[in-house]
């Protein structure tokens, strides 16, 4: 079954909006030659025609020219979410663009920020909000637009699971979502039965065991709406000369992450598929907690960055599989997490009570790739600006050995 | 600018409406067919007469106006392919003035026609242009009614008009429709029911939109002593203009191509507004037809919601406007939709209207074209004077 979705079709340049709206941000194409800003993206610049054109971060101000409330459409998708309030935009920065306008936006408003958000189909949606307002979509009540309300996965009245939940971002975790109104939280755990604050269920989880993963997707796979696997924060501290922590970290990140597509996959893409009839019910997204170390190889760190790597790249198959279900799997790119890893090779650090802040509002505002924290966002600059540079920095960084790195 | 050749002895005949119907199981090429096979009647000519083709369609995929030679069994010496929508007749015509007086056709027959399948709007909408398809269809907004949305409540805000204002338009143009045999409309609209209309994309209500359907309009181009020997009707082509992507630093659509070239228009035609027996807009949307009434220059900017309430719009009125009823009240076939104007038009001047609907003693037309709203404003304007040339 294939949940109804906005439209997929978009030239290979409109894609361009997706890199920003992935992380939260507007960026729109600029000319290198004569600095024009445009948007519909294009193949070359509209002003001078030059074809030297890349994405630039935007602050999204401007100027509501005129409103209509949509109470029809041709497409099916859109037919369920009616009415759809929409706004012309004429940005500061230049071009005029067609935005969702989110409640917050009055109809009298003149001045508006827009920025970029993900559809149901995981594209790119400008949406627009009061010039003074919170440009934020969930923390639900926010908006009365279930279409909007589709672009997060808010967790307010959600069933969530944690993986590795009795241990470190786990446990800050649990909390967090806890605050955050989950109706239930599971905490998977793979050792003895630790205690939890009330709302919540143990449910026994070793994602390192196939039949302790079977299990658990039998008793409460079919009830899941957001699961977030946390086992890369729980590789065992590893030893270079030691290949069983090399083939254990392996078994965690990667195989883990394998078992538990391999088991709630399935049910929690029919159940996202499943929630078409009923917007903002169903499964809604799957979280991987990864490390940046998954983006780019540190020697000192060789045999746990190799175990991240896999697991980002299987996490981006299974973003692939779970799109079409309308299922965002977000992947999370800490640095160094403190409670984790302190005497890092990284000056800033993150508690782990931050970093779970920081993937429940990932899930509030619909971000797909999260990289919390001063430390994850510079690196993922330098990563966007020049891969190649990252790696050569990476290469002369020398952390202590006998240290892990979140 | 040196002015453009005038178009001497050639001249546009044997206007053809192919019955509009809602839906329709039969392909853009029969309707097609349907209008050659008129305008062969009309002018007394065989196929193989015709050695010039312009030809526009939505719904003729996989073809083009090539497949239509073959599918046809034309054999031309002359072929074109107009995707300009609303524009289209105007252009059209340009283009098959040109060719007939430099001698590369003789004579040139001007076709548009789409049919509407169940899904053939929906699949236009979604396939209609690169920027729709990437910056609007995905907010929800298939086909041009967010576009025009937009347009509307930005002139009612900034000119000041009502919605009653384009309701006295769309009441005008039923009351012409219900002069004609073959209109898809065929009961009255009052200004309470246009009113009252369920709401599309506000504050565009039901009446201010078309209605999709199945259809096709066409006429000649040829050389008057052809038509005088033929013993047709037709209309002599006084100035025309075309204009893409007009003013595109306007941060949203409130004037056209028109209003660059209106007054080279007029002074090639050597007529005055005034001269004027009635006009002919493209009409998709009524707030459309107000741009075209300023920008043409029948009133300043701002003031067409003044202008609609000091005149009258039948064709018994002060200002005959859309006199067949326009798309408004005949249903937009697709491309033919970029044509009704200029078949209605000639129809009008040479003294052969549809039905019920003559403008008393109209001689001077002017026919206006828009088309393709291929993001959030319309690219393509057109517009030609046309006069009676006599039978």
Not at chain 1, 209 to 231: C, F, K, M, R
């Amino acid at each position: 079954m294939t949940a109804s979705l906005p439209p997929l079709a978009r030239s290979r340049a409109a894609l361009g909006l997706i890199a920003g709206a992935a992380v939260g941000r507007l960026e729109l194409q600029v000319c290198r030659q004569c600095g024009a800003v445009q948007y519909p993206p294009r193949e070359a610049c509209c002003r001078c025609l030059s074809s030297a054109l890349h994405w630039k971060v935007q602050d999204g101000r401007g100027v509501l020219l005129a409103e209509t409330i949509l109470r029809h459409s041709q497409h099916d998708y859109f037919r369920q979410h009616l009415p759809i309030r929409l706004g012309l935009v004429r940005l500061d920065c230049g071009p005029s663009a067609v935005v969702y306008l989110h409640d917050n936006v009055l109809p009298s408003a003149s001045r508006v920020q827009v920025t970029a958000h993900l559809d149901r189909a995981g594209l790119a949606a400008l949406v627009a909000f009061a010039a003074e307002g919170v440009m934020r979509i969930g923390n639900a009540g926010m908006t009365r637009s279930s279409l909007l309300n589709e672009m997060v996965c808010d967790p307010k009245g959600r069933k969530v699971l944690v993986t590795s939940a009795d241990a470190g971002v786990g446990v800050a975790l649990v909390r967090s979502l806890l605050d955050a109104g989950a109706e239930t939280v599971w905490a998977g755990h793979a050792g003895p039965p630790v205690a939890v604050p009330d709302g919540v269920q143990l449910v026994a989880l070793d994602i390192t065991d196939d039949q302790s993963v079977h299990h658990a997707a039998a008793a409460i796979g079919n009830e899941v709406d957001i699961l977030i696997n946390t086992a890369a924060a729980h590789s065992a501290p590893h030893d270079p000369a030691d290949l069983s922590s090399a083939r254990l970290e392996m078994d965690v990140s990667y195989f883990g992450l394998l078992r538990l597509a391999q088991a709630f996959g399935p049910m929690m893409r029919a159940r996202g598929a499943g929630s078409a009839a009923k917007p903002g019910r169903g499964a809604c997204a799957w979280v991987n907690l990864l490390s940046l170390f998954a983006l780019s190889s540190a020697p000192g760190k060789r045999t746990f960055s190799a175990s991240q790597a896999a697991a980002c790249s299987l996490s981006r198959s299974l973003r692939a599989d779970m799109q079409p279900a309308g299922v965002r799997v977000i992947n999370v790119f800490p640095g160094v997490v403190d409670d984790v890893d302190r005497e890092a090779s990284l000056p800033a650090t993150l508690t782990a009570t931050s970093l779970a802040r920081s993937i429940v509002r990932a899930l509030q505002d619909g971000i797909e790739d999260v990289y919390p924290g001063e430390a994850a966002q510079d690196w993922y600059q330098r990563w966007r600006d020049d891969p190649k540079a990252l790696e050569r920095e990476l290469a002369v960084v020398r952390p202590p050995t006998k240290r892990s790195a979140v | 600018m040196s002015r453009a050749q005038r178009y001497d002895d050639v001249v546009v005949t044997a206007p053809v409406t192919v019955p509009y119907v809602r839906h329709s199981s039969d392909g853009a090429h029969w309707f097609v067919a349907r209008a050659l096979e008129g305008i062969l009647q009309q002018s007394h000519l065989v196929k193989d007469d015709l050695d010039g083709l312009c030809l526009s369609s939505f719904t003729l995929a996989p073809d083009t106006a090539v497949g239509l030679t073959q599918h046809l069994g034309l054999s031309l010496r002359w072929l074109d392919n107009i995707p300009m929508g609303g524009a289209s007749g105007v252009v059209a015509l340009r283009r098959a003035l040109r060719a007939v007086q430099s001698g590369d056709a003789s004579i040139v027959a001007c076709v548009a026609a789409d049919t509407n399948q169940i899904d053939t709007f929906r699949d236009t909408l979604g396939n209609f242009s690169r920027f729709s398809q990437d910056a609007v269809y995905p907010y929800g907004a298939g086909g041009p009614n967010a576009s025009f949305a937009f347009l509307t409540a930005h002139y009612m805000r900034t000119y000041g008009a009502r919605r009653e204002d384009f309701g006295k338009l769309c009441v005008a143009q039923r009351t012409n429709a219900l002069r004609i045999p073959h209109s898809l409309f065929n009961k009255p609209l009052t200004l309470q029911e246009y009113m009252e209309a369920r709401p599309i994309a506000e504050p565009l209500h039901l009446f201010d939109c078309v209605m999709p359907c199945a259809g096709a309009e066409a006429f000649l181009v040829m050389r008057k002593g052809r038509a005088v020997d033929l013993g047709l009707r037709f209309a002599e082509v006084l100035a025309t203009m075309e204009r893409h992507n007009a003013f595109p630093d306007d941060p949203i659509q409130t004037r056209g191509g028109w209003a660059l070239d209106r007054d080279e228009l007029f002074a090639q035609a050597g007529v005055r507004h005034d001269d004027i027996d009635l006009l002919q807009t493209y009409d998709d949307y009524p707030v459309i037809s107000l741009i075209q009434i300023e920008d043409l220059g029948f009133c300043a900017k701002g003031e067409g919601p003044g202008f609609v309430r000091d005149h009258a719009f039948t064709v018994d009125g002060d200002f005959p406007l859309n006199t067949c009823g326009g798309q408004l009240s005949m249903g937009q076939a697709g491309a033919a939709g970029g044509y009704l104007g200029l078949t209605e038009a000639v129809r009008q001047i040479t003294g052969a209207p549809l039905g019920a609907a003559a403008v008393p003693n109209a001689r001077v037309a002017l026919v206006s074209g828009f088309g393709m709203i291929n993001y959030d404003r319309g690219l393509c304007c057109g517009a030609a004077i046309l006069a009676g040339g006599g039978t």
